[in-house]
């Protein structure tokens, strides 16, 4: 096995990759805090709702799209279209009085979220609101283009689910105009919240979407949607316009679930880091009898990869529960919206729809400690783990790290064979505690300088007592 060069780049222990020993320590799985509600109906186009929320942080400030919707006028008449033939835009809903409906929102701090007036989309004979997209085609996914050589009128880039998937662009975010008539993909199912970026490790755009995992594990092609499980697909393409065949994601043996929106992001602050935060829907399950909607109730679960294809499902429990509010337990009841946000130097903001379907729908922000996804813990008793061989460069070792005021983190470094290095041993370390995002640790004779010991190959033993470690980098 090679032996993995991590440079300087942020290690979080979201699976056990790195991970050869484990001695009374275990990881973790935190849970976000509730936080308060940063975008609720208020406007006659929010009526019907909002969700779908798509966030992150640009020149100094926080933009944020959602989905809207207004109430219907009256019943729908007719059938909903088939499907075109050729699938090319077929804006059969113009005369429709629920179209898709998205609108803009912007923060300075990610708490306090304005709906500016835009004056950009006629809403029922006026302008003055803050909805960016009024038309066929629902579930927008923006996302701004990074690439230098884009055109400036197509900056922005998003998709829309319209029985296919449809590409949009814009110069801004706000004014977006259909890339063309044909879709980007039309491989169906795609009812779902399917998101779109550009990967910087590929450096190729992609999509995540709605996917057909084939039945339970134990019983293949059994299911209840299309014979199957809800699942994710990612597709890849150069261009945004040309693309691959669809992949579904794989979580290797781990048992087969329903997801039914991803809200996949690439961590910023670890290199290589994909996030996923799938709806997980148990259908089987009916707290409120004759809902008109059907059966089944929600929660957010939480996964992570190393390569946007494979994604370790450690922790099968939920990353976010439906809680003790009762308009959350029913079918859809919360998702967890695509972004995350540094809100301050010691905190990351998500967001989350809840109480769908119900007058008190809305997007509510919740709040986990930087890096605060995973930790290694050990209780009073004390514990430790070793890591795998490895290759760093830097000076220095960085940890997140909080302890009790009796607790305590201390490190060794070790030769490839696992004997302790002269002068970095657990004697040596530095009996670090307290409460850091990112703290240093050092050694009685080194101060906290390892810069000697940078590009050999190094293992690392850690050992806890009453504390949590959440990530490390050398810098």
């Known amino acids: ?22 001695d009374g320590a275990a990881r973790r799985l935190h849970e976000p805090v509730r936080r308060e509600r940063i975008i609720v109906p208020e406007h006659p186009w929010e009526e019907e709702g909002v969700s779908y929320m798509v966030t992150w942080e640009e020149a100094g400030r926080f933009r944020a799209w959602y989905r809207a919707g207004a109430r219907e006028a009256g019943p729908r008449t007719g059938p909903r279209p088939e499907p075109q033939p050729d699938w090319t835009w077929n804006d059969h809903n113009q ?32 302008t003055a609101n803050n909805l960016v997209w009024h038309a066929t085609g629902n579930n927008m996914s923006p996302f701004r ?47 779902s919240h399917n998101i779109a970026f550009f990967d910087e490790r590929l450096g190729e755009y992609v999509i995540y979407s709605r996917g057909v ?80 909607h059907g059966p089944g109730i929600s929660d957010v679960v939480f996964l992570s990869s190393r390569d946007g294809l494979h994604f370790d499902r450690s922790f099968m429990e939920a990353f976010v529960r439906p809680g003790p509010d009762p308009d959350n337990w029913h079918e859809r009841g919360i998702y967890m919206e695509r972004g995350l946000l540094h ?44 890591t795998r061989p490895f290759v760093f460069a830097g000076n220095e070792l960085e940890l997140n790290y909080s302890t009790s005021a009796v607790g305590h983190v201390k490190v060794e470094l070790q030769d490839e064979s696992g004997a302790a290095l002269n002068g970095y041993s657990l004697t040596d370390s530095q009996e670090l505690f307290g409460d850091e995002i990112a703290g240093a640790i050092g050694w009685r004779d080194d101060g906290a300088n390892i810069g000697a010991l940078a590009g050999q190959i190094v293992r690392m033993r850690v050992e806890l007592r009453d504390a949590d470690l959440f990530a490390f980098r050398f810098r």
């Open 1 to 22: 096995m090679p032996v993995p060069d991590i440079g300087t780049d942020r290690q979080l222990f979201l699976d056990e990759a790195m991970i050869v020993d484990l």
């Open 95 to 126: 005369h429709n009085p629920v179209p898709g409906l998205y609108a803009y929102a912007e923060s300075t701090d990610g708490i306090h979220w304005e709906k500016p007036t835009l004056n950009r989309v006629d809403f029922e004979g006026s």
């Open 145 to 191: 283009d990074p690439n230098l050589g884009v055109p400036d009128d197509e900056r922005y880039k998003a998709i829309v689910r319209h029985q296919a998937v449809f590409g949009l662009v814009s110069p801004d975010g706000l004014d977006w105009r259909l890339l063309r008539q044909q879709p980007l993909l039309t491989d169906r199912p795609f009812d």
């Open 213 to 292: 995992l084939d039945g339970a594990r134990e019983a293949p092609r059994e299911g209840p949607f299309w014979g199957g499980l809800r699942w994710v697909r990612r597709w890849r393409s150069k261009d945004f316009r040309t693309w691959s065949a669809g992949e579904l994601i794989d979580c290797g043996d781990t048992p087969g679930e329903q997801f039914y929106t991803n809200a996949c992001i690439p961590y910023d602050r670890a290199p290589s880091t994909y996030l996923m935060f799938p709806s997980r829907f148990v259908q089987e399950r009916e707290p409120i009898p004759d809902w008109p």
């Open 343 to 386: 809100t301050s130097p010691t905190e990351m903001s998500l967001y989350g729809m809840e109480n769908w379907r119900m007058p008190s729908v809305a997007i509510r922000r919740y709040a986990l400690r930087t890096d605060g996804f995973v930790s290694f813990h050990a209780g009073y008793g004390g514990g430790a783990f070793t």
